[in-house]
């Protein structure tokens, strides 16, 4: 039970490391307009010399980045409880501290997924026939590897609960 819980917290802490920088930096796709290489992110977009912030409230990127940012809030809750629950921390007996992390970190999952899903879609079928030469860079990548650690996160705990409330009976022949 204890390895699932600490493979469970080792893949939500990196998951969690990965959503906040994938959500802060500027390199979720470059492009190349008038003969320069461009990036942008959630939050600003640089050309050669100088980044700025996006001022335009597009609706996909408010709805990405709000998705981003509540999947990292699910999932540092899901951390928060996910120790408890490793530590035996009594408090809140009244639930099970490892369903519960397992719950929150499916759902940190749900919501990453639902960012870059809606990030993919819009920036495919827009800078797909806009521009020639575009790409999704490092920080989208992170986006999506988070998807990987936040589920594997969910199915980790879930173990650990399944372990826990339905334990082997040595005895049983």
């Known amino acids: ?70 999947s990292m809030l699910a999932c540092f809750i ?10 035996h921390y009594s408090s809140f007996d009244g639930f099970d501290k490892t369903f519960a992390a397992g719950i ?10 639902l960012a870059m899903a809606v990030y993919t879609g819009v920036t495919v079928n827009y800078y797909g026939k806009r521009y020639g030469s575009w ?3 490092w920080s989208y990548i992170m986006g999506w590897v988070a998807v990987v650690l936040t589920f594997f996160s969910g199915i980790f705990y879930m173990c650990a609960y399944r372990m826990h409330e339905c334990p082997r009976n040595s005895n049983s022949r």
Not at 14 to 41: E, F, K, P
Not at 78 to 87: C, D, L, N, P, Y
């Open 104 to 113: 929150l970190f499916f759902i940190s999952c749900f919501f990453v997924l």
């Open 1 to 70: 039970m204890y390895s699932f819980m600490g493979g469970g917290l080792f893949c939500a802490g990196v998951g969690n490391i990965l959503l906040i920088v994938s959500t802060a930096t500027d390199y979720w796709m470059q492009y190349r307009h008038s003969s320069n290489y461009m990036h942008q992110g959630l939050w600003r977009y640089c050309v050669p010399g100088k980044c700025m912030t996006h001022t335009d409230s597009i609706a996909y990127w408010d709805a990405t980045r709000a998705f981003m940012i509540l």
């Open 78 to 87: 899901g951390i928060v409880i996910g120790v408890m629950a490793f530590i």
């Open 135 to 137: 790409r999704f860079s």
